[in-house]
């Protein structure tokens, strides 16, 4: 039974560890977003000319395919889902793994 306790304490201990290293660094994420151009449309709480990085973050919680659904939109571009201004495409002049950290920056607002 000790050594069944002593398990499951260490897989809790993993599970923990795990999520704080997954957790979000919204400073880092902010000077990206400022480096690459994103804050010229973008802003946390308001609306510029593209959506609040809040709004996106509230329509998307909760759906497991948000990330790679916006690292699509960020790097193809698009338009239609939040008006009628077109969202640029962002590749390759800004690398996809930092797209990816800005997408996480963003659904973690």
Not at 82 to 106: C, F, H, R
């Amino acid at each position: 039974m000790k050594a069944l306790l002593t398990t499951v304490a260490a897989a809790a201990s993993l599970m923990v560890a795990a999520q704080a290293g997954a957790a979000v660094d919204m400073e880092a994420g902010k000077a990206l977003a400022q480096k690459s151009g994103c804050l010229a449309c973008h802003s946390v709480d308001k609306k510029i000319i593209g959506p609040a990085y809040k709004d996106v973050a509230a329509k998307y919680k909760g759906d497991k395919t948000a990330e790679a659904k916006l690292i699509e939109k960020v790097k193809k571009g698009g338009s239609g889902v939040w008006g009628p201004m077109p969202m640029p495409a962002n590749s390759p002049q800004v690398k996809d793994e930092d797209i990816k950290t800005l997408v996480e920056w963003v659904l973690a607002h």
